[in-house]
């Protein structure tokens, strides 16, 4: 099942609505990768909350656009990971390393828009 | 009946008695297929006597102060009686299988129930093995060593029972400690929230790998309730914090952060903070001195600013 991707503003939002295949989460990234320039977007939201586990290969993944992103300018939140996947995802030492994460879609925005006010007071 | 048959039935799960089990309470007494035989052989003397080896056993137990308990209780006691003289008549039966073990459970639970000493079971019990040894040699007069042998058959299953009888004993006498012990756990991890979205984690005492995960598991889940962006775990009730300790710290801190809520550690007293540094452990978290400097640095990160105004009682007067 493709992810659908949203635009909101200059934030691209990737909302994973049920578990996904490998193939899923590469066509994902490419996607993402591929918009990110196309649109100049300059965030990137990928929305977890209904995914129940995230494996090795998820994480990598998602590390994957969000490395990618930066390079083609764009910040990448991760969003609405569970507790249950948190404490799975601890215990088998994976972690999103320089990559932000939020609680929810909300809080994501949130900060990406405090992380790009701050940019721009920095740049002025 | 049925939830007298229930209970035990737990309890069996519970004590962790499975058919694997019982084979092997049977070799460690050493029964035998010869032994079994032996038994059956002796089945007709022992069911003759069963009413006076049971008087035996309880006779002996009135006849002790720790055992009033038990003897003081009427309806405990008549149903002891029977269970005891059902047990004596299955002891000769060669067939020990879950439901006699079931029994013998019962039993058991019915001593614990009137806080029979296991002293003076033990006691009466030898007392009960003794009459009916007595009768069976009277019985092989003739052929004394075969009456022996059989006796001590007898005797293997007798050890099986105290086996199980003992077990059930201790382990009620442990169950409270059990509970006693669930109460701690349940009431040591509370997630307190002292802020609109900043939690207050308080850790008490000593954190083994299942206490560790069931307080990961509750902060985890009141940042999601609470939908909380701090959270300031306080160990200065942590007495000690050795690498296996803080590595569960680490993983808390971790998951936290993948739910998007930042973890600020306060009170890590000197001595662990050097026991820290002995052990070359690397605590990569925000630290800061005490729980009163951690919820200010929260607060400020949330951007919350503190003022003080001159005290309610001053600006009335």
Do not use: C, W
């Not at chain 1, 590390?63 to 995802?89: D, H, K, W």
């Not at chain 2, 199980?164 to 307190?192: C, G, H, K, W």
């Not at chain 2, 999601?224 to 300790?245: F, H, L």
């Amino acid at each position: 099942m493709p992810v659908p991707i949203l635009k909101q503003g200059d934030v691209l939002i990737a909302s994973i609505q049920a578990a996904l295949t490998d193939h899923d989460l590469l066509t994902l990234r490419d996607e993402l990768a591929d918009r990110v320039g196309r649109l100049r977007a300059h965030g990137v939201i990928v929305d977890v909350t209904a995914l129940d586990v995230l494996d090795s290969f998820a994480t990598r993944t998602l590390l994957g656009i969000a490395y990618t992103a930066r390079l083609r300018g764009a910040e990448t939140v991760v969003v609405g990971i569970q507790p249950e996947v948190a404490f799975a995802m601890v215990q088998l030492g994976l972690s999103f390393e320089g990559v932000a994460t939020a609680l929810d879609l909300e809080e994501g925005l949130e900060l990406l828009r405090a992380r790009s006010q701050g940019g721009r007071d920095h740049a002025g | 009946m049925a939830d007298r048959q229930v209970a035990e039935r737990n309890l069996m799960a519970e004590m962790q008695i499975t058919d694997a089990d019982i084979e092997r309470r049977k070799k460690m007494v050493g029964l035998t297929a010869a032994d079994l035989s032996r038994i059956s052989g002796l089945k007709e003397i022992v069911l003759a006597h069963v009413d006076e080896s049971t008087a035996t056993f309880f006779e002996f137990l009135a006849g002790l102060e720790e055992a009033k308990g038990l003897v003081s209780k009427r309806d405990l006691m008549e149903r002891a009686r029977q269970l005891k003289s059902e047990h004596l008549a299955a002891m000769v039966q060669a067939h020990y299988d879950r439901h006699y073990v079931e029994q013998r459970i019962l039993l058991g639970l019915l001593y614990s129930k009137a806080g029979l000493d296991t002293r003076a079971f033990l006691g009466a019990f030898h007392a009960l093995l003794r009459n009916t040894g007595t009768t069976i040699m009277k019985h092989f007069e003739r052929s004394p060593l075969e009456g022996f042998e059989s006796f001590m058959s007898l005797k293997k299953i007798a050890f099986f029972d105290i086996g199980v009888i003992m077990d059930v004993l201790v382990f009620e006498r442990e169950r409270v400690i059990r509970q006693q012990q669930e109460a701690i756990r349940e009431l040591s991890t509370p997630v307190l929230q002292i802020r609109d979205r900043l939690l207050l984690l308080p850790i008490i005492g000593v954190i083994d790998t299942n206490r560790a995960r069931l307080i990961t598991e509750s902060l985890l889940r009141a940042i999601r309730d609470n939908r909380a962006k701090m959270v300031v775990m306080d160990v200065t009730g942590v007495a000690s914090i050795d690498s296996r300790v803080a590595n569960h710290l680490l993983q808390t801190v971790s998951a936290a952060r993948l739910m998007g809520a930042l973890v600020i550690v306060t009170g890590v007293s000197s001595e662990v903070a050097q026991s820290l540094v002995a052990l070359g452990i690397e605590l990569t978290v925000n630290t800061v001195g005490d729980l009163q400097g951690g919820v200010e640095e929260a607060e400020r990160l949330l951007g919350y600013r503190v003022v003080q105004t001159p005290p309610a009682a001053a600006q009335s007067s």
